[in-house]
């Protein structure tokens, strides 16, 4: 499938492939229905039962919209009052907000549909997955969120007018979404497993370190013999909060020193949004900078959040700068930190959500030989680096998900594309 897109995108880049396109109202493509309540539920197989859509069906599981199983079913003798698909037509939620979160599903069997449930049944000149695609973009449900209605309007619906290319570019466009959407649930695959690893990799690399050797039971756990336990405040040279300088005075704030805010560290890197300030702001705000390549940690709000900085920064007031000694690697500690994340979560609850200065010293952790700490830093530092290619390749097929959205649904206004 991968083949077929790439193909298509080499036509593509060679103007091979162009969109036209007419116009038609969504009345004259497909007729509209509601679904109806029904109170007679079975969570049987039975072959005289059919399939009964509720609104929970219509989450996605999988990269296509094709919806496979649901979870009641209803006795065949008792579908007369009910609303009743075929096979191939198109299932949305009836309420605006449901549709980004649930989407849109083509039915693989005649099917009977719940209240808060619309079926869209194609009359031919209209692909369902084409249908199916456009009907899910961000394009199309922006267009609804300027409706001032809890419920899709029918009327906005019908009267819509869908841009339509030639049947075989409608196969073409839903096949490129299809294997698009195929890519991103793979990577997502690769991504989880690739987390995993590093989970099961970093508890083994901290209990068990990479050599031969004996072992010792500690107050926290098993150790290799060669290793110490110590407090953290023991081997840090520093260990001190920042200052967050005062917004009245906007001269502060148009230096050229990096000031590092907990909302600038996002996962476990800094944010391109820092704000920048003078010498004169740290100072009046008691603040001082950190020198590259030692540690920032979060103490209140998103506690325990953790980077290791490339260059000399500033920080707020609710971050610590950390300088350990001689023998603690500063990224053997950043590893450390990430380890302990879920025991930093619990401070997250307290009132107020915070860790502090006593707290974080006392903080026990397994002290390695310096060059055993650097050894397992740098594995961890490999692993990561392929999760941080996976994530960079999932956000780089969102991307061109989204160009493609933009290109073949929301600029057709144009009488033609070419792309």
């Known amino acids: ?96 907000s449901l549709l980004k979160k649930k989407g849109v599903r083509i039915i693989s069997k005649k099917s009977a549909i719940d209240k808060g449930v619309i079926g869209l049944i194609p009359k031919g000149t209209i692909n369902p997955s084409y249908l199916g695609y456009y009907i899910g973009s961000s394009f199309f449900s922006n267009l609804l969120q300027k409706e001032n209605m809890q419920e899709i309007p029918t009327k906005f619906i019908n009267n819509h007018l869908f841009p339509l290319p030639t049947q075989d570019m409608q196969i073409i466009i839903s096949r490129l979404f299809l294997t698009i959407d195929k890519t991103i649930e793979k990577t997502d695959t690769i991504i989880g497993k690739t987390h995993e690893a590093l989970h099961g990799l970093m508890q083994g690399l901290f209990s068990n370190g990479v050599r031969k050797t004996a072992f010792i039971n500690t107050t926290i756990g098993r150790i290799p013999d060669t290793w110490q336990v110590r407090t953290l405040e023991s081997v840090c040279t520093i260990m001190k909060k920042g200052g967050t300088p005062v917004r009245s005075v906007s001269e502060f704030w148009q230096g050229d020193i990096p ?47 953790s980077v290791i900085t490339e260059e000399e920064m500033a920080m707020h007031s609710d971050i610590y700068g950390i300088i350990p000694g001689p023998e603690l690697e500063p990224i053997f500690l950043y590893w450390y930190f990430f380890r302990k994340e879920r025991y930093f979560t619990r401070f997250r609850y307290e009132k107020p959500p915070s860790i502090t200065r006593k707290e974080l010293g006392s903080l026990l952790i397994p002290l390695p030989p310096p060059d055993e700490q650097r050894q397992i830093a740098s594995v961890m530092n490999t692993l990561d680096k392929k999760l941080n290619h996976e994530q960079r390749y999932k956000a780089h097929l969102i991307k061109l998900r989204n160009a493609l959205e933009k290109s073949l649904f929301q600029e057709p206004f144009k009488n033609q594309i070419t792309f």
């Open 259 to 305: 000031w590092v805010a907990p909302t600038d560290i996002i996962g476990r890197k800094l944010g391109d949004d820092m704000e920048f300030v003078t010498s004169e702001a740290i100072e009046s705000a008691g603040s001082w900078i950190l020198p590259a390549h030692n540690i920032l940690f979060v103490s209140r709000g998103p506690v325990g959040a």
């Open 1 to 96: 499938m991968m083949t077929d897109f790439f193909e298509m995108m080499r036509q593509a880049d060679n103007g091979d492939c162009t969109v036209s396109y007419q116009y038609a109202k969504g009345e004259t493509l497909f007729s509209l229905v509601r679904g109806k309540k029904s109170h007679i539920l079975s969570h049987d197989s039975d072959s005289d039962l059919i399939p009964f859509i509720t609104i929970d069906d219509l989450s996605h599981i999988g990269s296509d919209l094709i919806l496979y199983n649901t979870r009641h079913s209803i006795p065949e003798s008792e579908i007369s009052s009910l609303v009743i698909l075929d096979k191939d037509a198109l299932v949305i939620p009836s309420r605006r």
